[in-house]
């Protein structure tokens, strides 16, 4: 049998519900039968998941291991892939018609492309959709402190069911550390960036599940999903900082990338109750000047005004105090009239159930 192009590799773990269509949405994909394989690594379900895939054999290939997370998952799986080009599919999202062809074509017309992502379309339970899509910047590397941050505001579009691979360019990355149970995704398409240049595509091919199952939602509230998070970002930072070093990035490159882990986590730790007021205003300033690059003098005064209650509150309090005011309607009509969110520059959106 002649070698595929494309491996997809499909990582799941109790999706029973959702299982099926991600596979479907595979085989319904108009692309050769020939020039793909699909492989499902089953990271030690408890449901009916192994059964479900099995029944798509000799088309699937199912790979079953004890559970152990993400990485281990991906770390159990790339070795198989076959194919020239692989790409990632979590077991609970499903992909678009027309994904692998034109991902594809795109790699074949960009040689210099190692790592290609794209829009997406976010579903909820209820099935009401918003898609966001590329705008700026679709293609970048990391290679520069002005590449670190066009990065670090679109790596949305390069989660696991939109990013694939050049297959050498996963064999320079390597193993991914097996203490990232979540965020693995993260490892890889970090350094996918670090070593080649990434394409953005505009079209949005993949739908992504919005549900209580995902193992990195949090907005539940849940201490346990919460701590879990926390612990697996601080070994993101340090896994990725290790491999900076080992690779000779340059300290502020490296600095640019690694702060907003960092800051994320710090943000987490906070709400679980650690860290101090000081700690608060440090965070909050440092998650602002990430996301909002292009914020006017004016917005910066409010950022700073809208911190005094942290001189008051303890971060636990603070946070959660931000949240209720973020849920209350009055608030968010009001703010929506008087100082509307900035936009962003690198993203359009269609749909919208924020004031669902």
């Given amino acids: 049998m002649a070698r595929p192009i494309v491996s997809v590799l499909i990582d799941t773990y109790n999706h029973e519900r959702f299982i099926e269509q991600a596979i479907l949405s595979v085989l319904e994909q108009d692309f050769p039968g020939s020039d793909r394989e699909i492989l499902v690594v089953d990271d030690g379900s408890q449901d009916s998941t192994p059964q479900i895939v099995a029944k798509f054999a000799p088309q699937v290939r199912l790979i079953r291991k004890a559970n152990g997370g993400q990485a281990s998952a991906f770390n159990a799986g790339i070795p198989e892939c076959q194919g020239e080009i692989v790409a990632f599919l979590d077991g609970d999202d499903w992909w678009a018609p027309?994904?692998?062809?034109?991902?594809?074509?795109?790699f074949s017309q960009n040689s210099d492309v190692g790592l290609i992502g794209h829009s997406i379309t976010e579903v909820l339970a209820d099935g009401a959709c918003r898609s966001e899509l590329v705008r700026e910047f679709p293609r970048f590397r990391i290679n520069s402190v002005a590449g670190a941050r066009i990065f670090r505001r679109r790596k949305s579009f390069l989660g696991t069911s939109r990013m694939a691979f050049r297959a050498e360019l996963l064999r320079r990355i390597g193993p991914v550390p097996e203490a990232l149970t979540i965020q693995a995704d993260e490892f890889l398409f970090t350094l996918g960036a670090l070593f080649s240049e990434v394409l953005?595509?505009?079209?949005?091919?993949t739908f992504y599940r919005l549900h209580g199952q995902n193992l990195f939602q949090v907005s539940d509230g849940s201490h346990a999903a919460l701590r879990r998070k926390h612990d697996v970002l601080i070994s993101l930072a340090k896994a990725l900082h290790r491999r900076f070093a080992e690779e000779r990035v340059p300290e502020d490159i490296s600095k640019a990338?690694?702060?907003?882990?960092?800051?994320?986590a710090d943000a987490l730790h906070l709400y679980l109750g650690g860290g101090t007021r000081l700690d608060i205003i440090r965070t909050e300033l440092r998650t602002y000047r990430i996301e909002e690059e292009h914020a006017s003098s004016f917005r910066w005064i409010l950022k700073f005004l809208s911190l005094l209650p942290a001189l008051l509150l303890s971060p636990r309090r603070y946070t959660e105090w931000k949240r209720g005011l973020a849920s209350n309607s009055l608030y968010r009509k009001t703010r929506q009239k008087l100082v509307p969110h900035l936009r962003p520059t690198h993203v359009d959106r269609t749909g919208d159930w924020s004031q669902r």
């Fill in 98 to 106: 027309g994904k692998l062809k034109l991902v594809v074509a795109a």
């Fill in 200 to 205: 953005l595509l505009r079209e949005p091919l």
């Fill in 257 to 264: 990338i690694i702060e907003s882990v960092q800051t994320e």
